[in-house]
């Protein structure tokens, strides 16, 4: 049996005087994997906006493998928990079955602040995926450790994300609405190489997305990217009275 059919059935029972309780944990593979080498979801075709992106799953995790100075480092594991911010939940979903992130760079690191990413390898990646969403309701604090979206202002929001370094809640007035949290692969967040030291805003993001890796790998041969992502839901816990 393929492991994508697999059916993993993990049964407890609690028994009372009076009452049984069945838990029963579902994992239906949980693979959900966008290849880094497989061709893109949507092809030649544009981003499906102005129709809104399909609902994600209400949570579900995502995997960067990330390269550090030639080297693979653990990967930086997110949690999606999409009633903190719906729009921004189906958004980077629909991103990540687009294998949108693969090879991006970590293209602003801005030490006791913020990571950021999101400027696609491929400019014509980045162009296809340019319509922006609209804002969603600060329901979720920008605590350490907390995924946003970076904006240019109100309704802008399009691919690029930043990873909360720190307690970063001055942010939750100006509309940056967490989805997400980064549950394991600290180190390597911590460790992604700085391109710009010194430079708060990191690299020449308007070169970057006109002209890709190609422009970025030689100006920064040692910038950290996301080798590959890859996403999968969340397993179910089913309660049966």
Known sequence: MGHSKLLLLVVFYLASLNDHLLFV???QSTSDTAHCLSSSKYGKYPNPAPEPDPPSPDVFSVKFDVQIDGEAAEPIILK???EWA???ADRFYALMKDSYYNNAAFFRVVPNFVLQCGIAASPKESSKWDTPILDDPVVKSNTNWT???ATAGPDTRTTQIFINYVNNSRLDSSGFAPFAMVTS????A????NPTPGDRNGVNQGMYYKKGNKWILKKYPNISTITCSSLKKEKK???IL
């Open 147 to 149: 995924v946003s979206y």
């Open 86 to 88: 719906p729009l921004g």
């Open 80 to 82: 999606v928990i999409r």
């Open 25 to 27: 944990l579902s994992d």
């Open 190 to 193: 911590l460790n992604v190489v």
């Open 185 to 188: 692969g600290f180190k390597t």
């Open 237 to 239: 816990l089913r309660i």
